[in-house]
C-alpha cells in the first residue's frame, strides 16, 4: 500500500525558519516525482513544485520559486519543504503528493496525497 | 484567479445527477492526463478520476468524466450525502510548465 505520511502541525512566528517533511512507503521512493500543494485557509489547491528523489531534480511554480526549498533524501524515503524566513501569510495546509509520471511534456496525475501538516505562523 | 475555471458552487438533491464544469485553454486540457480530486470536509484531496475518465479503485461507476475541446467535465448520478465534498480539476500547462488546478467546486447534496 502506498502512503506518504506528513510531520506534524506547527506553530511558528514570522521570521522563523521550518522544514516539514513526508515519508513515503509501499513503492520505490527514488522513482516517483513527488511535489508540495498549498491550502489556505477556506481556499483552494495551489501547486508549489516537485522532487524526483532519484536525482534531486526540482521543477518549482513561479509563484513559489524563491520562497520555498524542495529537497528529498531518498535514503530515508523523505521528502522535505522549508521556508528561511516565514510569513503570516504562509500560514496554510501543506500536502505532499505523488504524480504517477513526470517527462518532457509534462507530468501526470496525482495519484496519492499525504494527510496534510498545518503550519501556523503568527506575526 | 485560477487557470481552470470551475463554478464555485452546485447542488443536486439525493439520486439525482450533477455536473461540474473545468474550463481552460490549449495549453493544458488539450492533454489527456486531467484528473478530478474528491475533497471531503476536514481531510486530504483523494483521487477521484484520472487521465480524464479512468477509475481508480474504490470510485464508484456512478462517477465518470469527459472532454471536449479545451473544457472537460465531472458527472456524479445516483447523488448520496457521503458525495458532499470539494471537487477540484487539475492537469499539466505546458505553457507555464506546471501542474494547475481549478478554484473548486462545493457540492451539496440537498
Known amino acids: 500500500e502506498v502512503l506518504l505520511v506528513q510531520s506534524g502541525a506547527e506553530v511558528k512566528k514570522s521570521g522563523e525558519s521550518l522544514k516539514i517533511s513526508c515519508r513515503g512507503s509501499g513503492y520505490s521512493f527514488s522513482s516517483f516525482w513527488i511535489g508540495w500543494v498549498r491550502q489556505m485557509p477556506g481556499k483552494g489547491l495551489e501547486w508549489m513544485g516537485i522532487i524526483y528523489p532519484g536525482d534531486s531534480e526540482t521543477k518549482y511554480s513561479t509563484s513559489f520559486q524563491g520562497q520555498v526549498t524542495i529537497s528529498a533524501d531518498k535514503s530515508i524515503s523523505t521528502a522535505y519543504l522549508q521556508w528561511s524566513s516565514l510569513k503570516a501569510s504562509d500560514t496554510a495546509i501543506y500536502y505532499c503528493?505523488?504524480?504517477?509520471?513526470?517527462?518532457?511534456?509534462?507530468?501526470?496525475?496525482?495519484?496519492?496525497w499525504g494527510q496534510g501538516t498545518l503550519v501556523t505562523v503568527s506575526s | 484567479q485560477s487557470v481552470l475555471t470551475q463554478p464555485p458552487s452546485v447542488s443536486a438533491a439525493p439520486g439525482q445527477k450533477v455536473t461540474i464544469s473545468c474550463s481552460g485553454s490549449s495549453s493544458n486540457i488539450v492533454s489527456n492526463y486531467l484528473s478530478w480530486y474528491q475533497q471531503l470536509p476536514g481531510t486530504a484531496p483523494k483521487l477521484l478520476l484520472y487521465?480524464?475518465?479512468k477509475r481508480p479503485s474504490g470510485t464508484p461507476d456512478r462517477v465518470s468524466g469527459s472532454k471536449s475541446g479545451t473544457s472537460a467535465t465531472l458527472a456524479i448520478t445516483g447523488l448520496q450525502t457521503g458525495d458532499e465534498a470539494d471537487y477540484y480539476c487539475?492537469?499539466?500547462?505546458?505553457?507555464?510548465?506546471?501542474?494547475?488546478f481549478g478554484g473548486g467546486t462545493r457540492l451539496t447534496v440537498l
Open positions: 487521465e480524464v475518465n
Open positions: 487539475g492537469t499539466w500547462d505546458t505553457s507555464l510548465s506546471a501542474w494547475v
Open positions: 503528493a505523488r504524480h504517477g509520471y513526470c517527462g518532457d511534456s509534462g507530468c501526470y496525475d496525482i495519484d496519492y
